[in-house]
T-cell receptor, first 116, second 112 residues
């Protein structure tokens, strides 16, 4: 399997539940990202991992907790979410090598999350 | 504050004609620009990019133009095909940080 794979594709969870989103990339990239797309809003960067180290956290609430055990896998652990957290959560990866030609991000298909 | 703006939420074009999608940005430190295409129920896929040292980049039916003084870029699709119907996102990146800054997207509909 190639590319960026996200599971599950759809998730419905209650506000007291704990769930995790999974992302796996088979592209040999060294950076992985979580983005959030809410209705009528641009894609918002949540977290960046470069060589498994978290390098950016864009003021994301602590109810979202990322984990990057290696450069191919990325998780987003969810707990006590709120209905306004319902959105499409997209994982992406890219290669950060210092040159300009390696900056395209490749996206997974996303997880459609509904918090009830 | 949104740094990448796509002011047209939707665009309808007849098959065979030219589609022009516009994007404006506010951050003068951006030096690399990308266009992504997104079909329903799929993640965005990379389409074409341009570096700030160029003012035009062409790839088949797709051409991106960059006007740095106006902080404006546009994507031209010619000829447009029904399969081009999708949401197109403009993105920009500076030379510090890793993140792509996205616009809200423009939904393109190409009618037969």
């Amino acid at each position: 399997e190639t590319g960026v794979t996200q599971t599950p594709r759809h998730l419905v969870m209650g506000m007291t539940n704990k769930k995790s989103l999974k992302c796996e990339q088979h592209l040999g990239h060294n950076a992985m990202y979580w983005y959030k797309q809410s209705a009528k809003k641009p894609l918002e960067l949540m977290f960046v991992y470069n060589f498994k180290e978290q390098t950016e956290n864009n003021s994301v609430p602590s109810r979202f907790s990322p984990e990057c055990p290696n450069s191919s896998h990325l998780f987003l652990h969810l707990h006590t979410l709120q209905p306004e957290d319902s959105a499409l959560y997209l994982c992406a990866s890219s290669h950060l090598g210092g040159g300009r030609g390696d900056t395209e991000a490749f996206f997974g298909q996303g997880t459609r999350l509904t918090v009830v | 504050d949104q740094q990448v703006k796509q002011n047209s939420p939707s665009l309808s074009v007849q098959e065979g004609r030219i589609s022009i999608l516009n994007c404006d940005y506010t951050n003068s430190m951006f030096d690399y620009f990308l266009w992504y295409k997104k079909y329903p129920a799929e993640g965005p896929t990379f389409l074409i990019s341009i570096s700030s040292i160029k003012d035009k980049n062409e790839d088949g039916r797709f051409t991106v133009f960059l006007n740095k003084s106006a902080k404006h870029l546009s994507l031209h699709i010619v000829p447009s095909q029904p399969g081009d119907s999708a949401v197109y996102f403009c993105a920009a990146k500076g030379n510090s940080g890793y993140a792509l800054n996205f616009g809200k997207g423009t939904s393109l509909l190409v009618t037969p």
